[in-house]
């Protein structure tokens, strides 16, 4: 299939660059000149390629994304917003970016209860859907989550299309899945597809897309939280990678390695999500010195990501040098609902011990909370904050709870 923007790009002219970037480079990095075409009004290239993702995704428009699909996420939530759907029903383990534009538009996330299952959130069941929506205007799902499962879509669209309700997916993992009856296209009015995460995109590269008369609220979305200057190599890459073939035989040789590693039993062939608890650390060292380096380590789990770029001999590697390693016990404290309210104060995780956190907190990746706003600090969840190289909802180091 052809790639348009790749074309644009192969076709342009030499010249001298009085124009932005300031590299002065005249190359594939452009920006907005007379034969480039115009993502925020596009006519030529840009508009073919997008009009060939929405038929691809089976949308009735998609938007190019060069800010990743956080932009996305947020131009759905205005698109709600500008629809006077005010509030969206939730997992409490969702992305941050789900809870920091709810934030940032003034929507309320209604919560949805989800259980946690040998350290890692479940997906929510039928019922707890049914129960949140019935206080919501919307409702998001993540689909699939970082570690490889699904929502109910189909109960999902059920219970939107009973109520009159539209249905959000943060598909941003899930973007490998389109054409197959697990995508989210088959289920949402709007959904982003991280792109850059499970097909050859370049990082940041991502799509946001809808369905009837979201659409144009959604263009609007778009409008207002995608950048004005967008990355062409981004933007090629995009479309490369969803014009991308599938491999059958690196799907197959996946699904060979999660048996043989004795990784989790998930439904998403890119995630191989090894369970190696308290020897996780050692296994990460050991595998990095090695040269392989996984997704991420969230002090239980070493998770292997995938795309249809991964090569076969590159799997057996992998099993090669994880299947000896030593497994150590899983760390799995149950969330502890705690008393919310009052006066909030920043305090070292170690102090924090038995209080309630008051903003959400994490190891990126995943990006998803440890701790949720409205839980009680646990040791044991100190413990993974403290030994995690990159974390999200600290400040220096220290978490904010609720004051006694």
Known sequence: MRCHIADMLRAQKRHISFHTPGHKRAG?????LSYSDDLSDPTGVLALAQAD??????????FFLTDGSTSGIYAMLFALRRAGKMRVAVSVYAHKSVFH?????????????QGIREGIPCQPTEDALSQALSQADALLLTSPDYYGFFPPLAAAR?????AGKPLLADGAHGSHLHGTPMHAANFADMWVDGVH???PALTQGAVVSAKGTWTRFLAEGVEFFRTSSPSYLILASIEYALKYPSDS???AAAVRAKR????????DWTKIVVPFGSCADAAQSFLERRGVYPEFNDGNYLMFYLSPATRVRQLKKLVRL??????????????VAGMVGGKTVTMRLSEAVGRTCARACGIVPPCVPLIARGEVVTPQAVQRLLKAKHTFGLTDGKILVFGE
């Open 197 to 199: 995460k499970s097909l």
């Open 260 to 267: 043989e590693l004795g990784a989790l039993d998930n439904d």
């Open 28 to 32: 594939a990095d452009i920006t907005e």
């Open 158 to 162: 059920a219970l939107c299309g009973g």
């Open 101 to 113: 534009a709810c934030e940032a538009l003034g929507m309320t996330p209604v919560y949805i209860a």
């Open 322 to 335: 994880c299947r000896p390693l030593a497994r150590g016990e899983l760390c799995s404290d149950a969330p």
């Open 53 to 62: 993702a929405a038929r691809i995704l089976g949308a009735d428009a998609s």
């Open 249 to 251: 035989r690196t799907e």
